[in-house]
């Protein structure tokens, strides 16, 4: 069985790739360790049951999203998704914060729910958008970097603009350093909700989080997040279903 290309890993970074060179005409095999495929957005089904293991909400589906680019490009059906006004339900020891994608439904509730520094909260989030807005423009035009190739060099150097340069400063600065900025780090109980966000998202909390990484954390549920019927196996499926063969398991494990 002689393949042009073999891609190691199911999970979202190995079945991009396998679909867009199926795509581009290559015969691909896509090999996976685990009884499942998906990796950290993987699924096991049960008595006709499906659960989902690992990753649960689907982020760039919205128009111009990451994943909506990369469906139109692959030519294939979007799977069945609802977008989440209400994301999660955050549990802190004395109060309960409902993340609202919607901007300002999103102001009125940390103003609810935080009863000091409320400005100075509002203040930060807007620089979360601010700064998260040109970093999103910048990562959709897909420079690589570090570039190689000539082209690569000019796709990453045509898109740096003064919106970019002003980010500057950031790349040394941590999110705890630009809320100390806003004098936020001594209000407990917003230092425990944003620790927790980076927690999930960037896997650190304030203090080691580069700020540019934690800021892109911090606005994406705002730019839409959905519900995929049956979890984000879903969307490995699709991009399988862009291979000649992709067969996932649907049986429990023997
Ligand atoms: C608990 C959890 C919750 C998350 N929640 C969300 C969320 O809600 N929304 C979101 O967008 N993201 C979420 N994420 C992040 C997202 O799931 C991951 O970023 C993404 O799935 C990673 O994809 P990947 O292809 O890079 O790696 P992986 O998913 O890790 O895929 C790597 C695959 O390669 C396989 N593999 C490794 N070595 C070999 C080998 N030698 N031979 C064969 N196969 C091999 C592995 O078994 C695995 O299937 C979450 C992650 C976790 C862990």
């Known amino acids: ?55 649960t909400v689907g982020m760039g589906f919205e128009d111009g999203g990451m994943l909506k680019r990369l469906f139109d490009e692959l030519d294939a059906p979007i799977p069945p998704m609802k977008r989440l006004d209400e ?4 549990y802190l020891p ?31 989030f807007e620089e979360v958008f601010k700064v998260a ?30 919106s970019l340069l002003g980010l500057t400063p950031y790349l040394t600065q941590s999110v705890q350093d630009r809320l100390s900025k806003f004098g936020l780090t001594t209000n407990k109980p917003f230092m425990a909700f944003i620790n927790g966000q980076l927690m999930d998202s960037v896997q650190s909390t304030a203090k080691y989080s580069p700020s540019l990484l934690g800021y892109m954390a911090l606005s994406i549920f705002h730019k839409g997040a959905f519900y995929v019927e049956g979890g984000l196996a879903s969307i490995i499926q ?10 996932g398991r649907t049986a429990p494990a023997p």
């Open 87 to 90: 994301i999660m339900k955050v």
């Open 94 to 124: 004395d109060r309960t914060i409902t993340y609202f994608s919607e901007k300002e439904k999103w102001y009125k509730e940390v103003t609810d729910k935080f009863d000091k520094d409320q400005d100075r909260i509002l203040a930060f």
């Open 1 to 55: 069985m002689l393949k042009d290309a073999i891609v190691i890993g199911t999970g979202f970074g190995g079945m991009t790739a396998a679909a867009l060179l199926s795509k581009a005409g290559y015969d691909v095999l896509t090999l996976e360790a685990a009884n499942e495929f998906g990796g950290c957005a993987s699924k096991f089904d049960r008595d006709g049951f499906r659960f989902n293991a690992g990753a």
């Open 238 to 247: 699709a991009f399988g279903g862009k291979l000649s063969c992709f067969r």
């Open 133 to 162: 807005e040109v970093l999103q423009r910048f990562v959709e035009k897909r420079a690589v970097f570090p570039p190689s190739t000539i082209s690569e060099y000019f796709t990453l150097l045509s898109n740096i603009n003064m």
